[in-house]
């Protein structure tokens, strides 16, 4: 073992730090658990708190959340029948049939267990292939970083919701709004006259605002719209025995699909735009698709739990990846996670691992102890979860939208920051009601200073633009933003065809 | 296809906005490859570009001729009334804080309506519930920040 391993591992295993993993990890668990507040909203939420951390602490209660918050769906998905976050969409397919036919205890235990092995085995794949990825990335110049930033946002917008378009132009309103304030070389942009505005929007209070406001709002929506229904709060059983005897024989029995499937999580996380959500179809079809009996899938088949659950655990790990080593995040909570380190003075990319050890190791480490933490929490909270997941919407939001105004106040005690997060909430908000997706335009600000100055420091360093091409890699992540966007185009062109006969037949 | 319509030349609106504050911007540095308007330019057209793309696409998309068209403010108010009402409840919320009111009384205010908008004040429950949410987060918060994370509120 390395010993900065063993150095990470002394900083971690220290009360106030176990302590606020602990809080992470229970945080986490209840923001995967309430249908529609996401794994996204509880980092965004537990963002500020860390500003009075050290960097280690505040990394460590951000990893407790995600670990939290990606099992925690499970909760409200199984007792429910509704998914806490896009990625545990899978897990009622078979979890709530469980769960109505008397056995909720095991399937939330396989949940839980197969949550826990997935994280752990993303931080081994974390672990090992982080640094390679690093010290290949060492090769990397100006014309690399651009054109891999392009490639990310490239694959961000194409991919996102099917609206392609919408998609692609969300990150550029992102790297358009990055470019307000002062630029690298000195000049104001886009101040309009305002000398609040010189320093440019700061990032915490615009995804805020974007992110956040937006989806709560949408939440409204939706609690109106299931009261039109009738839909509303389901009374359910609390009463829930775990059998942990046979929760031990149906993991081992699953070893191999709870292997294959958080190791599809792991890989899907560490590719951008992709996510939890990707990662748990494609492990559930996989797990369908080697099953001796796949015509019990979605009938109440442990394997089908096992298999969604330990894939959106294993994305933590994957997403680091990408995050630590090129410093580009693929999805939301990445982005703020970067904004951690960022706000401590730490630049992710490739030195992170040769200049800070110590803290690439805390985090390995926090989410281990995040994943052990988990086991025990849930196991013995799981009933007050179940409680909690049915909190209304009511309450949630002007909570949120408090926590949010105070999270954005808090990052430089200035209330032009809170200003920004009303804006931009609006802004967000008409821009997710005119179907333009949002996950881009967060990820063109967080990378949009980075990609400016990189596009003209390789242009100061050649002029000539075609070195952009003829650079192998960065040649290749042309060709394969190309191809992305074509394949985004097919893709529509299917669906649209397909929806097309649909209609003929109807 | 008229939200697509709405979104585009509302887009186009404020990228021709910005394109104006280009213009002042400072002059180019020797150093510099290109002036400092060149970038944000450049996204500026790529912006306007798809926004165009989209506004010419909801011309030839295919409506449903059952969907009404024609504003009706009645139905509008009634579908988005509480998040009209709550963004303005968010807006106040923020001139408070701005306006040395301070935190305390500020969120103490907008908890309360924000919650009886979204729950309603019929109920005698819903009034416990909201009062006693509306207090015991205030001061959590307002103790968390300030006593345990030392950071200062408005």
Same mark, same amino acid.
């Given at each position: ?506 | ?40 330019? %450049? #996204? /500026?057209?790529?912006?306007? $570009? +798809?926004? *165009?793309?989209? &506004?010419?696409?909801? =011309? ?34 923020? %001139? #408070? /804080?701005?306006?040395?009111? $301070? +935190?305390? *009384?500020?969120? &103490?205010?907008?908890? =309360? ?35 345990? #994370? ?5």
């Amino acid at each position: 073992m390395d010993n900065f391993f063993l150095l990470a591992t002394q900083e971690i295993l220290n009360w106030s730090v176990l302590s606020l993993i602990i809080i992470g990890t229970i945080c986490g668990i209840i923001s995967g658990a309430i249908p529609g507040f996401t794994v996204t909203m509880g980092i965004v939420l537990a963002f500020p708190f860390t500003f009075a951390m050290d960097a280690i602490s505040g990394l460590a209660l951000m990893s407790a959340v995600l670990v939290g918050g990606y099992s925690g769906g499970l909760i409200s998905g199984i007792m429910l029948g509704i998914p806490g976050t896009p990625s545990s969409i899978t897990t009622i397919y078979d979890g709530y049939p469980m769960a109505k036919r008397g056995e909720p205890g095991r399937a939330l235990g396989i949940g839980v267990a197969s949550s826990f092995i997935g994280t752990i085995l993303s931080v081994f794949v974390l672990t090992t292939i982080g640094p390679l990825v690093a010290r290949f990335s060492l090769n990397f110049g100006p014309w690399e970083i651009a054109t891999l930033i392009l490639f990310a946002l490239t694959l961000v917008g194409s991919l996102s919701e099917g609206a392609m378009i919408k998609g692609l132009m969300s990150g550029a309103i992102g790297l358009l709004i990055a470019t307000t304030g002062v630029s690298a070389w000195g000049q104001v942009r886009f101040n309009f006259g305002f000398e609040a505005l010189t320093a440019g929007f700061q990032l915490l209070p615009v995804l805020i605002g974007a992110f956040a406001f937006s989806q709560m709002l949408e939440n409204i929506e939706q609690m109106k719209e299931n009261k039109k229904q009738g839909n509303e709060a389901k009374k359910v059983n609390m009463n829930v025995h775990i059998p942990y005897a046979l929760i031990i024989k149906d993991v081992w029995k699953q070893k191999l699909n709870i292997l294959r499937s958080s190791l599809i999580g792991s890989l899907i996380g560490a590719i951008p735009a992709a996510g939890g959500t990707a990662a748990n179809f494609v492990s559930y079809d996989q797990a369908k698709k080697f099953s001796k009996n796949p015509e019990r899938f979605g009938k109440g088949d442990p394997a089908g739990v096992a298999a969604s659950e330990s894939s959106n655990n294993a994305v933590v790990g994957g997403a680091f990846i990408p995050t630590l080593t090129l410093g580009i995040p693929g999805n939301v909570p990445m982005a703020i996670m970067m904004g951690v380190l960022i706000l401590h003075g730490i630049t992710p990319g490739p030195m992170l691992f040769s200049t800070q050890p110590v803290l690439v190791g805390s985090i390995y480490v926090s989410l281990l102890v995040a994943a052990i933490v988990l086991v025990i929490v849930m196991f013995f909270l799981i009933r007050v979860f179940t409680k909690i997941a049915q909190v209304p919407q009511s309450i949630l939001v002007p909570t949120v939208l408090m926590l949010a105004a105070v999270g954005s106040f808090a990052l430089n005690n200035s209330l032009f920051d809170i200003w920004t997060l009303f804006i931009f909430g609006i802004v967000g908000y008409l821009l997710s009601k005119g179907g333009v997706p949002l996950a881009p335009l967060v990820l063109g600000l967080v990378l949009g200073s980075e990609f400016e100055k990189n596009l003209f420091r390789a242009l100061e360093l050649s002029p000539e633009w075609t070195a952009f091409l003829t650079r192998p890699i960065s040649g290749t992540m042309v060709i394969l933003m190309v191809a992305s966007i074509i394949f985004a185009i097919w893709q529509s062109y299917k669906v649209k065809k397909k929806m097309e006969k649909k209609d003929k037949v109807a | 296809m008229v939200k697509n319509r709405i979104l585009s030349i509302c887009t186009l609106i404020v990228c021709l906005v910005m394109y104006m504050e280009t213009f002042k911007f400072g002059e180019k540095t020797s150093v510099q490859v290109v002036s400092p308007a060149a970038y944000p330019r %450049f #996204l /500026l057209y790529f912006i306007a $570009g +798809f926004s *165009i793309f989209i &506004l010419i696409q909801s =011309f030839f998309t295919k409506t449903d001729k059952n969907q009404a068209i024609v504003f009706n403010f009645k139905k509008f108010w009634n579908k988005y009334r509480e998040i009209i009402l709550l963004f303005l409840f968010f807006g106040f919320y923020v %001139f #408070l /804080l701005s306006s040395n009111v $301070g +935190f305390i *009384i500020s969120t &103490l205010l907008f908890m =309360f309506a924000s919650q009886a908008l979204l729950m309603g004040l019929k109920r005698l429950k819903s009034v416990i519930t909201n009062i006693s949410v509306t207090t015991v987060l205030t001061f959590f918060v307002y103790f968390t920040f300030t006593e345990m #994370l030392s950071i200062m509120l408005p």
